[in-house]
T-cell receptor, first 113, second 110 residues
Framework: DVKVTQSSRYLVKRTGEKVFLECVQDMDHENMFWYRQDPGLGLRLIYFSYDVKMKEKGDIPEGYSVSREKKERFSLILESASTNQTSMYLC????????????FGSGTRLTVV | GQNIDQPTEMTATEGAIVQINCTYQTSGFNGLFWYQQHAGEAPTFLSYNVLDGLEEKGRFSSFLSRSKGYSYLLLKELQMKDSASYLCAFRNTGGFKTIFGAGTRLFVKA
């Protein structure tokens, strides 16, 4: 069974901490994405990557960075966590130009206190 | 600009048919998706339309009209397990970015 695995289901961090969210896929997909999901706002794209070491800003990249050193792993970094970054974070992957959409991870619910 | 709209909530009865509408605006369109998301879980892919018309897959069908910027998801023979959020999303030309709506929460009652 193909999978996108996110390292943590729940995280609680303090304001100002550096936070790493990890995502690993075992499907040899080229594309990987980080979204955050907030009530009433839906999924908003933070960053995406279409190849190793490549990254592109999404719609809300401020306060975030990413790393893709290997094809299967895409990390989201909160440089200095703030309370407005409390959210559900979803990682997704897809083959290049595949019409079957994304495969999502189960999400990380991050609370910044 | 880019925009996508769908109703916030809908309620339907077990065994019935429900249609969830979605409208979108974009300058570059390259396909429309529907995803299902149960509470506390990840979204899962349901359907994809890139050409006008109806795509049927079991109890679920999805329709697209590109000229009207309109899609709907049709769920037949509703079951209690269909209670979930349904996310409409379109992909831009270039193929990398998918824009999601806020989702429609469907409640199926007995």
């Amino acid at each position: 069974d193909v999978k996108v695995t996110q390292s943590s289901r729940y995280l609680v961090k303090r304001t100002g901490e550096k936070v790493f969210l990890e995502c690993v896929q075992d499907m040899d997909h080229e594309n990987m994405f980080w979204y955050r999901q907030d009530p009433g706002l839906g999924l908003r794209l933070i960053y995406f990557s279409y190849d190793v070491k490549m990254k592109e800003k999404g719609d809300i990249p401020e306060g975030y960075s990413v790393s893709r050193e290997k094809k299967e792993r895409f990390s989201l970094i909160l440089e200095s966590a703030s309370t407005n970054q409390t959210s559900m974070y979803l990682c997704a992957s897809s083959p290049y130009r595949d019409p079957h959409g994304y495969t999502f991870g189960s999400g990380t619910r991050l609370t910044v206190v | 600009g880019q925009n996508i709209d769908q109703p916030t909530e809908m309620t339907a009865t077990e065994g019935a048919i429900v249609q969830i509408n979605c409208t979108y605006q974009t300058s570059g369109f390259n396909g429309l998706f529907w995803y299902q998301q149960h509470a506390g879980e990840a979204p899962t892919f349901l359907s994809y339309n890139v050409l006008d018309g109806l795509e049927e897959k079991g109890r679920f069908s999805s329709f697209l009209s590109r000229s009207k910027g309109y899609s709907y998801l049709l769920l037949k023979e509703l079951q209690m397990k269909d209670s979930a959020s349904y996310l409409c999303a379109f992909r831009n030309t270039g193929g990398f970015k998918t824009i999601f709506g806020a989702g429609t929460r469907l409640f199926v009652k007995a």
